[in-house]
């Protein structure tokens, strides 16, 4: 009875020894090697960095003539509307980024040893979606900053004096910077619910392309409404203000949109096999 027992409790001993070593810090240090050893990661990040930059330079040198001889908030705005154009092409990149950086992992099937490392699983997700939305928080930011750095000289050849020390003017780039993080994690969501590259891209270029337009094309109330609430349309209120929602109230509908998204792939990914 006693020898039978020993290799059990041996092996007891060494799984629980396992999970003893297993850390927030440990799970966040391997999900980061992953993702900066992805080459579709340095693609996507210097992709979204080029656009965010040429699309602000193109657009300053181009439109200055809408923007002459104007000051105060119309010329914050107007700085605003030249950094954020790229945000256009940028957040179809990061969709598509946000889905390669888990179904990546299934495609190959390295997701079952990240899942035998961490065999509870939502770590792993977890760990994925936080240092993803780091990743991204930080390339989007710093492309922000230099397409102003870079256009302000040439707004205000025109006369746009937009005040670099203006805190509206940052909170409008933290709101811009904010709805790259959100449709990133919205894919990231997709991609985990889905297990599949082709299927996550498709499904998430869909809800940022195809559902507007569809919702667009019907003539009615409830369909221009509905179309509102669209993470491609809400999210924009975070850093164009004005519109239907407060940013706050934008930064809530995102918020709900991530939520569905990710808590899905979470029930998801504890109840079915690797």
Known sequence: ??????????????????????????????????????????????????????????????ATDRFAQISGDEATNAAVSVTTVGLLFGQLVIAVLGVLVISGEY???????????????????????????????VVTLVSIVVAYLVTMPILAGVGVQANPFDGALWLHFLGAVAYLVFIGLVSLGIG??????????????????????VFQLIPAAW?????????????????????TFEPWQALLVMLGWVAVFITTAAVLMKRRDA
């Open 223 to 243: 369909s221009t409404t509905l179309a509102e609430w669209l993470p491609s349309s809400a999210g924009r209120n975070l850093y164009y203000w004005g519109g």
């Open 1 to 62: 009875m006693s020898t039978l027992a020993q290799p059990s409790l041996a092996r007891s001993s060494h799984i629980d020894a396992s999970n003893r070593g297993l850390s927030a810090t440990g799970i966040l240090r391997s999900e980061w090697i992953k993702l900066r050893s992805l080459r579709s990661t340095w693609w996507s990040f210097g992709i979204i960095f080029a656009i965010q930059i040429g699309m602000a330079v193109l657009f300053s040198l181009t």
């Open 107 to 137: 495609a190959t099937g390295q997701i079952r040893s990240s899942f035998m490392a961490v065999p509870s699983r939502l770590p792993v997700l977890a760990a994925k979606a936080i240092v993803f939305s780091i990743a991204t928080f």
């Open 192 to 213: 985990a619910a889905l297990r599949s590259t082709p299927g996550g891209i498709a499904a998430s270029l869909g809800l940022m392309l195809v559902v507007p337009t």
